[in-house]
């Protein structure tokens, strides 16, 4: 296999692994452990300790500048250098992030415009809890303030994060809000 086909190969196998699909027409068996190798090195998940020290990094920020805004700080926090509204980032990660619908630690977490949140908002993944439960580091979810390991729950029918409901206040879930799913930043070796 050349090094063209394999990276090709890869990069199909990390978005069909990330989407959850699987190949149709698969050679063999052998080829598809393969693949599902390659994709766990396509997209790189952090290291908890190595994003905690980010967040500190980042919130040191807001003392600095005074107001901090949700993209700079998932920017500075995740790695995945996208510029413009959080509204945005998803097109734009296209052709240069790989995108999905599953959690990694590391990603950001990419939320819909709406009426009451008209330029989106990124929220970083800082751990997983359960299939349809992880929590999130992000800024300005409470004007002007950093928040750390705040509980996001997938509420979507199809289990595809989609929607999720986001703690506003300990233990209490807010209202439901819509997703495009995951940005995840590619490994350091793909």
Known sequence: MTLKTLVATAVLGCAMFLSGMTPVHAENRHQQREQQQEQVVRVAAVAPEELKQAVAQSSAMQTRRGRIWCVPFAREVSGINLQGNAKTWWQKATNLYPKGQRPVVGAVLNFRATRGMP????????????????????????RNKVSLDMAVVDVSPANDWSRVRVETLPNTLGSVYPTYGFIYKAAANG
């Not at 800082?126 to 300005?140: F, G, K, P, Q």
């Open 119 to 142: 330029m989106g908002h990124v929220a970083v993944v800082s751990r997983i809890v359960s299939e349809r439960r992880i929590l999130v580091d992000h800024a300005n979810w409470h």
